[in-house]
T-cell receptor, first 115, second 110 residues
C-alpha cells in the first residue's frame, strides 16, 4: 500500500488563488520530504527539500515566496502555491526518503490547473 | 549526481522479455543504481536498486556490469501495464533526493 499520501489529487482554480497541497507519510516519520514539479512530456524537477522544524531548502530558480513549504510535523509537509497563475499549472509530486540506501517513496501527485 | 544515459524510447511485444539499458560511465564507488518507473498521471514507482551485484525482485531483475559503468533492467515478461517511463538514477548513499533524467519510454504492443 501507499506509504506517502498526497492530497488533493486534482485542483482547478482561478488565477490569483493560493493552493495548498498536503503530503503525509503513513506509518513512518519523515524528517525530510522532497517536492518535485513535472511539466507535460518532461521529467521531474526537484523544487525543494522540506525539513521538519527548520526552513525548507529551495533549488536554484524556485521562488521561495511563491512556493511556501511548511513541514509542520514528522508526518506532514505542505506546499502552498501562492497567487497561482496559469504558468504554475503542473503536476506536483511529493516524496519521502526511506531508510538509508532504501527506496524513496512517492505520492501519487497533484495535478494543478490554473485558469 | 552522476549522469545516466538511456534511450529515449523502446518498444516491446506483450509477454516478451524487455531489456532496458542504462549507461553511467562516471559512477562513483558509493553510488547506488536505482530504477523507477512512472505510469501516466502517477507518481514514480520504485522498481529495483543495487550497488554491485545483480538483483532480483518480483517486478524485475537488475544486471550490473562488472565495472559498474552500465546496467540493464530486465522485465521478464512485459505486459500492457508495464508501459511507462523508466528512469535509471544514480544515488549517493544516504537520503539525498533522486535526480531524474529523461528516462526511457517503454511501449508494449499487444
Amino acid at each position: 500500500g501507499a506509504v506517502v499520501s498526497q492530497h488533493p489529487s486534482w485542483v482547478i482554480c482561478k488565477s490569483g488563488t493560493s493552493v495548498k497541497i498536503e503530503c503525509r507519510s503513513l506509518d513512518f516519520q519523515a524528517t525530510t520530504m522532497f517536492w518535485y514539479r513535472q511539466f507535460p512530456k518532461q521529467s521531474l524537477m526537484l523544487m525543494a527539500t522540506s525539513n521538519e522544524g527548520s526552513k525548507a531548502t529551495y533549488e536554484q530558480g524556485v521562488e521561495k515566496d511563491k512556493f511556501l513549504i511548511n513541514h509542520a510535523s514528522l508526518t506532514l509537509s505542505t506546499l502552498t502555491v501562492t497567487s497561482a497563475h496559469p504558468e504554475d499549472s503542473s503536476f506536483y509530486i511529493c516524496s519521502a526518503p526511506g531508510r538509508v540506501n532504501q527506496p524513496q517513496h512517492f505520492g501519487d501527485g497533484t495535478r494543478l490547473s490554473i485558469l | 549526481d552522476a549522469k545516466t544515459t538511456q534511450p529515449n524510447s523502446m518498444e516491446s511485444n506483450e509477454e516478451e522479455p524487455v531489456h532496458l539499458p542504462c549507461n553511467h560511465s562516471t559512477i562513483s564507488g558509493t553510488d547506488y543504481i536505482h530504477w523507477y518507473r512512472q505510469l501516466p498521471s502517477q507518481g514514480p514507482e520504485y522498481v529495483i536498486h543495487g550497488l554491485t551485484s545483480n538483483v532480483n525482485n518480483r517486478m524485475a531483475s537488475l544486471a550490473i556490469a562488472e565495472d559498474r559503468k552500465s546496467s540493464t533492467l530486465i522485465l521478464h515478461r512485459a505486459t500492457l501495464r508495464d508501459a511507462a517511463v523508466y528512469y535509471c538514477i544514480l544515488r549517493l548513499s544516504g537520503n539525498t533526493p533522486l535526480v531524474f533524467g529523461k528516462g526511457t519510454r517503454l511501449s508494449v504492443i499487444a
